[in-house]
C-alpha cells in the first residue's frame, strides 16, 4: 500500500502547494487524461484529401468515437469510418508523419489530430451483403435494394471514376468501403485485386460523429436514411428469410415433438395398467 499512499498524498497534500510546483503535475496529468481518451473514447483526425467530399472537406478535423469499436460495436452501413490501411492502399508519400518531436508527442497523446496514413471512407456493405454497381438506374444495390446517395459530390454519379463497376458479395469480418467523392476516390473499387477491394473489420479505428473544425463546418455524420431501408438486411436476400424462420422454428417444432412423445408414453402407461 506504500506506492499508493504516496500517490494519494502527491495528489492531495495536507498544505497547498505553490502554484509553480502544481504546474508541472497539472500539466503531465492533462497529457495522460488526454492520452486516456484518446485511446478509449474519442480522437480528432485530419482530413488530407477530397475523397469524402463534399461531406467532408480537405482541412477538416473529424472527431472519431474509439469506444464504439474496443466496446464490440460493429461498423454498419452508412456509417462514416476511419481505418488504417489493409495494405497497399496508400503510397509512400501519403504516409509520411511530422519528424517534429514536439508535434508527434502532442499528437501520440491526444492534443493534436491524427495524420498518420490512415484512411476515411463510408461503409456500404458489411458482412455477407452483395453490392453491385450499377443497376438499370445507375444507383448501387446492397442485397438487391437501390441506393438514394444523395451524398454524392455534385455532378458524380454512383459509378463515377475508371473503377466504377463491380459485383461483389462481401466475406464476413470484412467491409466494403467507398468515398462520397466517387470520381477521385480510391476506395475498395480500386482495390479488388486485394482481398477483393474489401477491408477487415479489424482494421476499423472508430466511427466518425462529428466535424469539430473549422467552425463553420460544425455537423454531425448521421447514417443517410437510405441505408435505413428494411429491404437491406442480409434477410431480404433469397433464402435469408427462409433460413432463419427455419432456425426459429426448430425449438418450437422440438418442444412439440417431446410433449407428443411425453403424452404416448403415458397413454400406454394408463393401458397396461
Given at each position: 500500500m506504500l506506492p499508493f499512499a504516496a500517490v494519494w498524498r502527491f495528489l492531495f497534500p495536507k498544505k497547498p502547494r505553490p502554484f509553480i510546483v502544481e504546474l508541472p503535475?497539472?500539466?503531465?496529468?492533462?497529457?495522460?487524461?488526454?492520452?486516456?481518451?484518446?485511446?478509449?473514447?474519442?480522437?480528432?483526425?485530419?482530413?488530407?484529401s477530397g475523397s469524402m467530399q463534399n461531406t467532408l472537406a480537405i482541412g477538416d478535423r473529424v472527431l472519431v468515437n474509439r469506444?464504439?469499436?474496443?466496446?464490440?460495436?460493429?461498423?454498419?452501413?452508412?456509417?462514416?469510418?476511419v481505418f488504417q490501411d489493409p495494405g497497399g492502399w496508400l503510397g509512400p508519400e501519403e504516409t509520411t508523419s511530422s519528424s517534429n518531436w514536439l508535434t508527434k508527442t502532442l499528437t501520440f497523446v491526444g492534443v493534436l489530430p491524427q495524420d498518420n496514413g490512415d484512411l476515411i471512407k463510408r461503409v456500404i456493405g458489411v458482412g455477407g451483403d452483395h453490392v453491385v454497381c450499377c443497376n438499370a438506374q445507375g444507383q448501387i444495390?446492397?442485397?438487391?435494394?437501390?441506393?438514394?446517395?444523395?451524398?454524392?459530390?455534385?455532378?458524380d454519379s454512383p459509378g463515377s471514376g475508371q473503377d466504377g463497376t463491380f459485383d461483389i458479395t462481401v466475406p464476413q469480418g470484412r467491409l466494403?468501403?467507398?468515398?462520397?467523392?466517387?470520381?477521385?476516390?480510391?476506395?475498395?473499387?480500386?482495390?479488388?485485386?486485394?482481398?477483393?477491394?474489401?477491408?477487415?473489420?479489424?482494421?476499423?479505428?472508430?466511427r466518425a460523429d462529428l466535424i469539430i473544425w473549422p467552425i463553420s463546418h460544425w455537423g454531425t455524420l448521421p447514417v443517410p436514411n437510405t441505408f435505413k431501408q428494411?429491404?437491406?438486411?442480409?434477410?431480404?436476400?433469397?433464402?435469408?428469410?427462409?433460413?432463419?424462420?427455419?432456425?426459429?422454428?426448430?425449438?418450437?417444432?422440438?418442444?412439440?415433438?417431446?410433449?407428443?412423445?411425453?403424452?404416448?408414453?403415458?397413454?400406454?402407461?394408463?393401458?397396461?395398467?
Open positions: 503535475f497539472l500539466v503531465v496529468f492533462a497529457l495522460f487524461l488526454a492520452f486516456l481518451i484518446k485511446t478509449f473514447l474519442v480522437q480528432a483526425f485530419f482530413i488530407p469506444a464504439s469499436v474496443w466496446l464490440g460495436g460493429q461498423p454498419q452501413r452508412g456509417q462514416v469510418v444495390t446492397v442485397n438487391g435494394v437501390p441506393l438514394d446517395e444523395t451524398y454524392l459530390y455534385p455532378g466494403w468501403v467507398m468515398g462520397d467523392h466517387r470520381g477521385v476516390s480510391e476506395d475498395s473499387r480500386a482495390h479488388q485485386a486485394l482481398n477483393g477491394g474489401t477491408i477487415p473489420v479489424s482494421a476499423v479505428v472508430g428494411t429491404g437491406l438486411s442480409t434477410l431480404a436476400a433469397p433464402g435469408g428469410v427462409p433460413a432463419v424462420a427455419m432456425v426459429g422454428a426448430l425449438p418450437v417444432t422440438l418442444l412439440r415433438r417431446r410433449r407428443k412423445l411425453r403424452k404416448l408414453a403415458r397413454k400406454a402407461q394408463q393401458a397396461h395398467e
